[in-house]
């Protein structure tokens, strides 16, 4: 699991469709570059899905869930999912999302020929 993470927003001069990406330092030591997927809500709370750029966990798709939230200064924080019970309410969660977004586009597809 992660312990820091350091979000990186676009600065505000960049356009909106600049991917956001988070900075996962691991429990080793090393940091892992991810995109942000989506900020979702589960429960009462908020959550981020992220998805490394590069190595081994990219190429197998794996997702990262962790809690979001925001300071008072609106700067992102970051926690880990500890409680199993929660985590599969998350997951849940993002992979309804999902297949929302798979039926979306497949409807939208449809709408167009």
């Keep these: 699991m992660a312990e820091n993470k350091n979000y990186s927003a676009p600065e505000e001069n960049e356009e909106m469709e600049t991917e956001m990406t988070v900075t996962l330092t691991l429990d ?19 959550y981020i ?22 300071d008072a200064d609106g700067q992102p924080n970051l926690e880990n999912i500890e409680d199993d019970d929660e985590y599969e309410i998350v997951a849940d969660a993002f992979d309804e999302l999902l297949d929302e977004q798979e039926y979306d586009e497949i409807v939208g597809e449809d709408e167009l020929e």
């Design 49 to 70: 899905a992220l998805l490394p750029m590069e190595g081994e966990e990219a190429e197998e798709g794996e997702v990262y869930l962790y809690r979001y939230s925001e």
């Design 28 to 46: 080793d030591g090393s940091e892992l570059e991810c995109v942000v997927l989506t900020i979702f809500e589960a429960g009462e709370r908020e």
